[in-house]
């Protein structure tokens, strides 16, 4: 029996993974995973990948390519959720931010440096035309670190996903002030190297399991209750980005969609020109 150790958010994208592994799925395999929860995002996985405390991850494409390019030995197995994520901005009650334009030169918190919280800041302020070299951060682990700094003065802005935090609108903790669609696909499954010359075929089949399942979550009519009610989020909201989500389901790796992401990131200068060359080799 193979046992591999996996994290991901624990965020609704998520079920089909949570599902199979508590269904069996994978027994047939002969691969036994073990999920972790990691609510500090992709920056979290990033570190986990890099430390072998996790061998395989489910987080966001614009994280992990950069993360690769820079010099993480891991591979982008294939794309997990095809259309893009829906970001909130999300901004104080105090009624102290009204306008997009009043976060020019204000402070985000993010989860982790290299996490999606933070390079999606950089994606808005150029959106917004502000001045890149002038953004600042607050590092605060994870959602519940955000609210936490947009309620006590340490932070005026927040970027997380849109549905994951409107229990917290809901509840009159933040207020969404906008949405940033990511031009790309969301989410990929990237592993750590050795593992894609030890276990490509495993990990493919892995992978497929994973696939029919959100298929089957898609198209199944109560889907929206079974995600409402394993995360705690209003049914009528799981509707809504149920029916804006497509997961992969089975369609092989399409390198170009990462061309745009690399340009994006050389564009905001997270990545060098000599960092994405020959990316198609680094990255898969």
């Known amino acids: 029996m193979k046992r591999f150790k996996i994290g991901g958010v624990p965020e609704h994208f998520n079920l089909p993974w949570r599902n199979a ?9 002969g691969l036994e995973l073990h ?3 990691m609510t ?25 390519t950069r993360a690769i390019l820079q010099g993480l030995d891991a591979k982008i197995l294939n794309v997990y959720v095809a259309s893009p994520l829906c970001w909130g901005l999300h901004v104080p009650v105090d009624q102290s931010i009204t306008e997009v334009s009043d976060l020019d030169g204000k402070t985000f918190a993010i989860s982790r440096e290299g996490s999606g919280s933070h ?11 502000w001045n890149l070299n002038e953004l600042k951060f607050n590092v605060v682990g994870d959602v519940y670190g955000g609210i936490w700094a947009l309620n006590n003065g340490e932070a ?50 892995m992978l ?19 995600f409402a009610w394993r995360y705690a989020l209003p049914q009528e909201e799981v509707q809504k980005w149920l029916d804006q989500t497509e997961w992969n389901y089975g369609k092989a790796l399409d390198t170009q969609d990462f061309s745009k992401v690399i ?22």
């Not at 390079?119 to 035309?129: N, S, T, W």
């Not at 340009?263 to 898969?284: G, H, R, V, Y």
């Open 156 to 205: 005026q802005g927040f970027l997380w996903e849109k549905f994951t935090t409107s229990p917290f609108v809901e509840q009159g903790k933040c207020l969404l002030l906008d949405e940033v669609l990511t031009p790309w696909p969301c989410f990929v499954v990237a592993v750590r190297s050795e593992l894609v010359h030890s276990d490509e075929v495993l990990l493919r089949e």
């Open 21 to 29: 592994i508590e269904d069996g799925a994978f027994q047939s395999l």
């Open 208 to 226: 497929s399991i994973v696939q029919k399942e959100a298929y089957r979550l898609k198209n199944e009519v109560n889907s929206a209750e079974q």
């Open 119 to 129: 390079l999606m800041a950089f994606v808005k302020a150029q959106q917004e035309k």
């Open 40 to 64: 500090g995002g992709t920056g979290q996985m990033i570190k986990g990948l890099q430390a072998g405390s996790i061998d395989i991850a489910v987080l966001l494409t614009e994280g992990i």
């Open 263 to 284: 340009t994006e990131l050389i564009d905001l200068a997270l990545l060098t020109e000599s960092q994405a060359a020959n990316w198609e080799e680094k990255l898969f």
């Open 35 to 37: 999920w972790s929860d």
